[in-house]
């Protein structure tokens, strides 16, 4: 049951400050996450949330590196809308 | 309201985030499907409020109540806690019977059955936590006739997996209840922190699986609830109260699985069986 929780799907680039990015899209349910892999940085995991006003942000998981989050967040939005 | 790096959001997705940082940071222990309780050989993920806070942490714990080492039945090391747990023939041949502490059941959460002090009372006051789920399973028992149309002793066990469809095909977990408590081995300094799921009465689905007892666990109902029961500063009249909310037998539901399920590299495939009357649906 709990094994469609984890289930890898794809991957993809976005060039963040001139710089090639590999983006892993993971889904725990119906939740997407992506982890992006930083060179010469700790990978860095975020998701889509929903603020208290039901407005979506970018944020990473665990805590901590958010301004990094809606950086890059803003980027994979950008890749998913010219994919789509 | 809470925050999440310092965005306000609602409790519910706080607790979805934090839940999504355990599956991150360790989704092996989620990834199997099945958690067997009286082989008492695994580890849960459950939700663990950190002291003065109103927040929580996601920890494993080992699922089997153990009182302190100096309350009853003042377990020293994990021999003793294994025999207590699964009973045992002493030195002159009586048998012991096991102790279960898998489930506490939340009419005997602080004045046990005898009346005494229950030894989850403490752990009911101040150590309360949630259990995340997808689903758990029990038998429904049911009469077998024999050759001469007698009913027979033995009884037709049919497993059953029992879920919330709406958590399950949403990919989220549901919340039981549960306590916790420290138990340290006094020989080898072995820390361990051990739960219990509160259990109340079984609700109209309940009442025809789990036949034989008739009892279910304490199901969180809503976010406020859970939050309620994780950072609440609650009298044992509200603990109680909450503890022995049935939860809505119209949310839940359940069908039967292969009796050898304990084997299958999916526990919760249906399986139908004939001459099995089907369970009735709550409105």
Same mark, same amino acid.
């Given at each position: 049951m709990a094994s469609s929780l984890f289930n890898e799907e794809q991957e993809f680039t976005v060039i963040y400050k001139d710089t090639p990015l590999k983006i892993q899209v993971h889904s725990f349910g119906n939740d997407k996450t992506y982890l992006v892999l930083l060179p010469g940085q700790a990978p860095l995991m975020i998701t889509r949330a929903k603020d208290a006003n039901s407005s979506r942000f970018w944020t990473s998981i665990p805590e901590g590196r958010q301004n990094l989050a809606e950086e890059i967040g803003e980027l994979i939005t950008d890749h998913i809308r010219k994919t789509l | 309201m809470c925050y999440y790096n310092g965005v306000k959001v609602t409790r519910a997705e706080y607790l979805r985030l934090k839940h999504l940082e355990k599956l991150i940071s360790d989704y092996s222990i989620l990834d199997k499907p099945l958690v067997e309780g $009286?082989?008492?050989n695994m580890k849960y993920p459950v939700l663990k409020p950190i002291t003065g806070k109103e927040d929580f942490e996601i920890v494993d714990m080992e699922w089997g109540f153990l009182p302190n080492e100096?309350?009853? $039945?003042?377990?020293?090391?994990r021999l003793e806690v294994d025999r207590w747990r699964r009973g045992y023939t002493d030195e002159t041949g009586r048998w012991h019977n096991g102790y279960t502490t898998l489930n506490a059941m939340s009419e005997y959460l602080f004045v046990n059955e005898k009346g005494r002090p229950s030894m989850f009372r403490k752990a009911a006051m101040e150590r309360r936590i949630l259990i995340p789920s997808t689903g758990f399973f029990e038998w429904r028992h049911l009469p077998q006739i024999g050759k001469k149309g007698q009913v027979l002793k033995a009884t037709n066990k049919i497993p059953y997996f029992i879920y919330l469809p709406e958590n399950l095909n949403s990919g989220n977990p549901f919340y039981m209840l549960g306590i916790w408590n420290s138990w340290t081995d006094s020989e080898t300094g072995e820390y361990s922190e051990t739960f219990a799921i509160t259990t109340t009465e079984a609700n109209s689905l309940m009442r025809q699986v789990?036949?034989?007892?008739n009892r279910m666990p304490s199901i969180s109902v809503s976010e406020d609830i859970a939050w309620e029961w994780l950072f609440g500063k609650l009298s044992k009249e509200r603990i109680l109260e909450i503890a022995k909310i049935q939860f809505p037998a119209g949310k839940m539901w359940a069908h039967s699985i292969d009796k050898k399920f304990k084997e299958s590299v999916d526990p919760t495939l249906p399986v139908e069986y004939p001459d099995v009357e089907p369970l009735i649906k709550a409105a």
């Open positions: - | $009286p082989l008492y100096n309350e009853w $039945p003042f377990l020293k090391n789990h036949n034989s007892k």
